[in-house]
């Protein structure tokens, strides 16, 4: 739910094998992920196909979290996503429910056990269903997640061993770089800096899902440190420890492996989370000039920099505008041309990418901003 907040598109699906071809039977009793890899680089490439159709000004990206399951009454092999992207995923390839085509989300998700057993031209080993990626459709995709690392191996010495072999069949991969869920964590931080306090227990509101998310495992220790290193920029900035740094402290109590992050002596983790934060200042700053240069250059008309080589009947021929000059022959404002609207508003509308006439069309800035237009 966390890294769902940095995407406009997220979707949870399934993926099953049928019998038609040996491939499929022996993939069905045996976890291939070549498959799943393959699966992938066909999604990717749609979504640059899509991006480039469609014009979007945007770097399509695709990341990811899979679990490999094998089903408890057949013992098949099938795979759970959830999938995080900027372009819309179902609109990629061809979906077709019992051979009729679908393009509208609403009548390819599965409802509760209404399951619709969707044709996908971008999986051909069998069908698949998509899921609606809220608490509920996420919670069912990671009970599998939570199998696969349900091992003899790792419960060994606990009371669920005896059942672990039920479980200790399974498959796990996830997008690493960053780790799913970790850039909204840092954007916690960001916003805690900013109030310049921690929060009194290491437990976090996560938008669309129900109650506290308590993080564990590497992902908790990371939260820590980020703490840590939050704190010491308040200590900086006041001389003192961020208000309710004693009572995170206190909340933590009797876990020494967490009180040795906060109280210890500096590691080299740390470090790396400063690294972190300072990373992530200058990408708050870059996004910030890349809105200004949206704002500026991908509007309706061309900015009037980018105007000012063109003489009076220039202007006038090719965007319908005039310059109003004062006495002493400065360009005072523009107006609108007989025929056309008023500039100001239409300098207010966005345009269709980075516009036409724009000097800085061709740069390095204008090529990463506006991928689809900016060459």
């Not at 290193?229 to 933590?252: M, Y």
């Not at 876990?255 to 002596?265: A, I, P, R, T």
Request: proline share 4%; aromatic share 10%; with cysteine.
């Amino acid at each position: 739910m966390a890294e769902k907040t940095h995407w406009p598109y997220t979707l949870c699906l399934a993926l099953t094998y049928s019998d038609e071809t040996q491939h499929n039977r022996d993939a069905s009793q045996m976890f291939c992920y070549d498959d799943v890899r393959a699966f992938m680089a066909r999604l990717r490439a749609a979504s640059r196909r899509y991006a480039k159709k469609h014009r979007l000004n945007v770097t399509p990206t695709l990341r990811f979290l899979c679990a490999g399951e094998q089903g408890d009454r057949n013992g098949r092999c099938h795979w759970h996503l959830i999938l995080y992207s900027n372009v819309p995923l179902w609109k990629l390839g061809e979906a077709r429910l019992r051979g009729k085509l679908l393009s509208n989300l609403e009548a390819m998700l599965s409802v509760g056990k209404r399951k619709r057993r969707l044709n996908w031209s971008l999986w051909d080993h069998g069908y698949c269903t998509f899921q609606e990626p809220d608490e509920g459709g996420m919670a069912y995709v990671l009970s599998y997640c939570l199998k696969d690392q349900f091992t003899g191996e790792k419960s060994k010495g606990t009371m669920r061993e005896a059942k672990s072999e039920n479980f200790a069949t399974g498959h796990f991969g996830m997008s690493k770089r960053p780790a799913i869920g970790e850039q909204w964590l840092f954007e916690k931080m960001d916003r805690l800096l900013s109030a310049g306090a921690v929060m009194p227990k290491l437990e976090f509101r996560v938008p669309g899902m129900s109650g506290y998310w308590v993080p564990n495992g590497s992902f908790r220790k990371k939260a820590l440190w980020a703490l840590v290193a939050l704190n010491k920029r308040i200590v900086w900035t006041t001389g003192a420890n961020a208000p309710q740094w004693s009572s995170l402290i206190a909340s933590l109590e009797g876990s020494e492996s967490d009180l040795e992050v906060l109280l210890g002596k500096p590691e080299e983790e740390e470090l790396s989370v400063e690294a972190e934060i300072a990373r992530r200042s200058r990408e708050a700053a870059q996004r910030k000039a890349d809105a200004q240069f949206v704002e500026r250059c991908g509007r309706e008309l061309p900015c009037k920099g980018c105007l000012y080589p063109y003489t009076d009947d220039q202007i006038k021929a090719k965007f319908g505008i005039e310059r109003v000059y004062d006495e002493w022959g400065e360009v005072e404002e523009y107006r609108a041309a007989p025929g056309f609207q008023d500039p100001y508003e239409r300098w207010r509308r966005p345009g269709g990418g980075l516009h036409t006439y724009c000097e800085r069309r061709g740069s390095k800035e204008a090529r990463r901003v506006f991928p689809a237009t900016g060459g």
